[in-house]
């Protein structure tokens, strides 16, 4: 868990370094190309890591000691990556020709490729089963680390804006065929399948969709704040928008390190590993609380540090948004320490699409009558809601299994 805490706050970090550094040697109109094609490549890369962070992880979990399974498993997932990336390349061609080869040039867009490949087919879903990250996230971090003093070196003008896609793509290439080549020693020979490949897609479509769901809520609200309030009113809403995503998003180590753990468990000790579970989701929700409260009470003192007194009313946004912490804490929890170990992972899905699209509805009402705090009001009910929809889903569960 603290080598996930500690990926993930590199993961914050370098990007916000690499923005001075690109910024002032490109210029405006060449950053902001390298900035689109890298952030369509990451959303790309998104696609073909597909579920299999949480559904080839949790197979990797359950084989830990059987070498020959985890050899199917990793062919099999890396041959699902590829079926993602030929779908993906064939949509691309389509939209380059139609429309990209008038704003970028071929090197430029070969260069997003390969930063493409080189997130896409990272090894970190398997380490992640084997519960042996340490390694790998050393490695992640002096590599993207080297990436950044390269661009401080080498890219000095506007005229750089390929060898700063090419650098920031081979040294994420470097560590992802290190890893790799680091999977295949573990594993021995591996064989690439289609049928396998395929069947790994279907494994990984509801963790996948599961996944989806999980971030629309957050990733979509800013469009939705523009569409009925205006761009002012988004301007207000963003900054408190932030502040929860990145709490939220440094609380996932820990269900992410418990997760290759209780899918073991679930096997073995089903009724102490629910008990384990529930005093995780517990603890979510206490810490959720706490944490809101906290937020509740410096949110003016954060809000004006930060941005200034113009940026008043984003305080009673966040007022309102922070409540939402302690239930979309619980949610995860649940999802992660629960039903998707138990292998109740389409029920999870269902439930996480049907609340994220509820949300998005609800809040569009409710901004009828009370503006951008009616939009967060209807997303922290929203998440309410769904948290009671899978407390009796456990509950139905929990009693239909003493039952039998």
Not at 35 to 59: D, K, N, P
Not at 145 to 162: N, P, Q, R, T
Not at 262 to 289: C, E, H, K, P
Request: with cysteine.
């Amino acid at each position: 868990m603290g080598f996930l805490f500690f990926a993930q706050l590199c993961a914050y970090l370098i990007p916000i370094l690499e923005i001075p550094v690109l910024a002032r040697a490109l210029g405006v109109q060449e950053y902001g190309k390298v900035v689109l094609i890298q952030s369509v490549a990451l959303m790309s890369s998104l696609i073909v890591e597909y579920g299999f962070s949480l559904s080839g992880s949790r197979q990797v979990a359950i084989a830990r000691d059987d070498k020959g399974e985890l050899s199917r498993i990793y062919g099999e997932v890396f041959s699902a990556k590829l079926i993602i990336v030929l779908i993906v390349l064939l949509c691309s061609a389509v939209l380059y020709v139609l429309n990209g080869s008038l704003f970028f040039d071929g090197p430029l867009v070969f260069f997003g490729f390969l930063y493409f490949l080189a997130f896409g087919f990272s090894p970190f879903w398997f380490f992640q089963g084997l519960e042996k990250i340490s390694v790998v996230v050393i490695l992640e971090v002096i590599l993207r680390f080297a990436s950044l003093i390269f661009l401080y070196w080498f890219v000095k003008d506007e005229g750089g804006a390929k060898l700063a896609l090419g650098i920031m793509a081979g040294f994420g290439l470097l560590n992802t065929f290190v890893g790799n080549v680091m999977c295949i020693k573990r594993v021995g020979k591996i064989r690439l399948c289609l049928l396998g490949g395929i069947q790994q897609l279907r494994i990984g479509f509801h963790v996948f969709i599961y996944k989806s769901s999980n971030n629309i809520l957050l990733s979509a609200g800013p469009s939705l704040v523009g569409a009925t309030s205006g761009h002012v009113a988004v301007a207000s809403y963003v900054p408190a928008e932030k502040i929860i995503r990145g709490f939220v998003g440094f609380v996932n180590p820990i269900l992410i390190g418990f997760f290759p753990y209780l899918n073991r468990q679930y096997l073995s000790s089903r009724d102490n590993t629910i008990r384990l579970s529930l005093m995780i989701v517990a603890g979510m929700f206490a810490a959720g609380i706490l944490a809101a409260g906290s937020i509740f009470f410096v949110g003016d003192f954060l809000i004006q540090t930060i941005l200034g007194s113009g940026f008043i009313i984003a305080s009673s946004i966040l007022k309102i948004f922070v409540w939402i912490i302690p239930f979309r804490l619980a949610n995860q929890a649940i999802g992660l320490c629960m039903l998707i170990p138990m292998g109740r992972d389409k029920i999870t899905s269902g439930l996480m699409m049907f609340f994220s699209i509820m949300s998005m509805l609800f809040a569009a009402l409710l901004s009828i009558w009370y503006g951008v705090n009616g939009i967060v009001m209807g997303f922290v009910i929203t998440e309410a809601c769904l948290l009671l929809a899978l407390i009796f889903v456990v509950v139905d569960i929990t009693i239909n299994r003493r039952a039998r």
